[in-house]
Nanobody
Framework: QVQLVESGGGLVQAGGSLRLSCAAS????????MTWYRQAPGKQRELVAVITVGRSTNYADSVKGRFTISRDNAKNTVYLQMSSLKPEDTGVYLC?????????WGQGTQVTVSS
């Protein structure tokens, strides 16, 4: 059974930093493309960052230079380091992987950035 469990969200002032974690079970993060999405109130779900099997990364334009996606194979965990946070980064951050043709989502972690 595949499980993705996010943690690390919270309330932070603009300009601050947070590190989100996505702990995986039932899959090996080094064998899958792992993605962070975010969902802000009243907005469509937005792709934030992707890391491939070969460790190539890609980011939404809105977070380039501020966010970094990485993974720790030994811990089977994917991270999202977020710096210089802005109020518009507020939302629920979700970890996603497509496994054997099925979409797998975590439950999300709330990030709130105050101005």
């Amino acid at each position: 059974q595949v499980q993705l469990v996010e943690s690390g969200g919270g309330l932070v002032q603009a300009g601050g930093s947070l590190r989100l974690s996505c702990a995986a079970s039932g899959i090996t993060v080094s064998s899958a493309t792992m993605t962070w999405y975010r969902q802000a109130p009243g907005k469509q779900r937005e792709l934030v960052a992707v890391i491939t099997v070969g460790r190539s990364t890609n980011y939404a334009d809105s977070v380039k230079g501020r966010f970094t996606i990485s993974r720790d194979n030994a811990k089977n965990t994917v991270y999202l380091q977020m710096s210089s946070l802005k109020p518009e980064d507020t939302g629920v951050y979700l970890c996603y992987a497509r496994v054997l043709g099925f979409d797998r989502w975590g439950q999300g972690t709330q990030v709130t950035v105050s101005s």
